[in-house]
């Protein structure tokens, strides 16, 4: 070992400067060694099991588009049909072009961004689990603070019982402007 002058710095140390002789490598276990097969562009890619088919192709089934522009949240308040549910409502429109649009508007009253964003999903997730049973149309669902208090069954009954009166109401409103394009005729 080299030792160097101190220069009267207080806890500094003489330490050599040389790197240390090198050592073995490492030896790693056999357990945590690829057990083997063919590696590279001739090894064959990995198959999809049930499972994941199951929800790649359920996910492909119901497309769930987002309104995000404040002018189509306007028209959907102006001149849509309101129906309040316990801590959410829903503004819905019927749908001509077959498309189904989903707004969900959570105001900073609910709570902090993780808070609204975890309802958010939720909301997401019952409409993709009651998605046979979606009309086509507009939607936007307002959330009120209530809902922080509520678990994921409670939000979906709270979907559900919502979409069963929208589809109700949308199915009275194009059966009434059906009627009307007829007697117009």
Same mark, same amino acid.
């Given at each position: 070992?080299?030792?160097?002058?101190?220069?009267?710095?207080? %806890?500094? &140390?003489?330490?050599?400067?040389?790197?240390?002789? !090198?050592?073995?490598?490492?030896?790693?276990?056999?357990?945590? *060694?690829?057990?083997? %097969?063919?590696?590279?562009?001739? /090894?064959?890619?990995? =198959?999809?099991?049930?499972? *994941?088919?199951?929800?790649?192709? /359920?996910?492909?089934?119901?497309?769930?588009? /987002?309104?995000? +522009?404040?002018?189509?949240?306007? &028209?959907?308040?102006?001149?849509? *049909?309101?129906?309040? %549910?316990?801590? @959410?409502?829903? =503004?819905?429109?019927?749908?001509?072009?077959? #498309? =189904?649009?989903?707004?969900?508007?959570?105001?900073?009253?609910?709570?902090? !961004? *993780?808070?609204?964003?975890?309802?958010?999903?939720?909301?997401?997730?019952?409409?993709?689990?009651?998605? !046979?049973?979606?009309?086509?149309?507009?939607?936007?669902?307002?959330?009120?603070?209530?809902?922080?208090?509520?678990?994921?069954?409670?939000?979906? &009954?709270?979907?559900?019982?919502? @979409?069963?009166?929208? #589809?109700?109401?949308?199915?009275?409103?194009?059966? !009434?402007? &059906?009627?009307?394009? +007829?007697?117009?005729?």
């Amino acid at each position: 070992r080299l030792l160097l002058p101190n220069f009267g710095v207080p %806890g500094e &140390e003489n330490l050599s400067a040389q790197q240390p002789k !090198a050592c073995q490598e490492a030896r790693i276990p056999p357990s945590y *060694v690829d057990a083997g %097969g063919a590696s590279g562009p001739q /090894s064959a890619a990995p =198959t999809r099991t049930a499972a *994941v088919e199951r929800l790649v192709s /359920s996910a492909d089934q119901f497309q769930l588009h /987002s309104i995000s +522009k404040s002018a189509e949240f306007a &028209e959907l308040r102006s001149s849509g *049909v309101r129906i309040r %549910g316990g801590a @959410m409502s829903l =503004t819905c429109i019927a749908s001509n072009d077959g #498309d =189904t649009r989903v707004g969900i508007s959570i105001p900073r009253k609910v709570g902090n !961004a *993780v808070v609204r964003n975890r309802i958010r999903r939720q909301v997401k997730a019952c409409l993709r689990e009651i998605s !046979a049973n979606v009309q086509p149309g507009r939607y936007a669902f307002l959330v009120y603070p209530e809902v922080v208090r509520l678990g994921y069954h409670q939000i979906l &009954e709270i979907v559900r019982s919502l @979409m069963a009166q929208a #589809d109700v109401r949308l199915a009275a409103g194009q059966s !009434a402007l &059906e009627e009307t394009n +007829k007697d117009s005729r």
